[in-house]
């Protein structure tokens, strides 16, 4: 994977390059954003992991959305200072979550840094930026 660099101030919805786990074909790189609960779920629970590269100022903001919608109950956020030199791994999940085929969850990302900041892919080959979704019948 490549890094993603996010704008400041600017809502940014992170691309997906690959599955390393792809069950009932949750992930589909047509639509990178996105992981889609297949066909036979009525509930799922969506969990993320963030890691932003080195950069000592500003707050850096986690949300996971259902279907494209802002916060929406029992949707995770997570809102963390910058840390001087250290790169932020955030976490955010969601709680159980009422669902139907076809609903999506995607992972949105902002920063006020003031300038632009890469979002890192992995750490020596350890995935630190990851998303999944896990659905129940």
């Not at 009932?24 to 969990?47: N, Q, W």
């Not at 030199?85 to 006020?112: M, R, W």
């Not at 890469?118 to 896990?134: C, H, M, N, Q, R």
Request: hydrophobic share 40%; with cysteine.
């Amino acid at each position: 994977s490549t890094a993603q660099t996010i704008q400041n101030n600017t809502a940014t919805l992170i691309t997906w390059e690959v599955a390393v786990r792809n069950v009932d074909s949750m992930f589909d790189a047509a639509s990178p954003t996105r992981l889609t609960v297949p066909t036979g779920y009525s509930a799922a629970e969506a969990r993320c992991a963030i890691d932003w590269e080195v950069s000592p100022t500003g707050a850096r903001n986690i949300r996971i959305n259902l279907n494209g919608a802002g916060t929406t109950y029992g949707l995770g956020r997570n809102l963390v200072p910058a840390i001087s030199g250290s790169d932020i791994v955030q976490q955010a999940f969601t709680s159980f979550v009422p669902v139907v085929p076809g609903d999506y969850f995607e992972v949105l990302v902002e920063h006020n840094n003031g300038s632009a900041i890469d979002i890192s892919p992995d750490v020596a080959g350890g995935y630190v930026t990851w998303f999944e979704l896990k659905c129940y019948a």
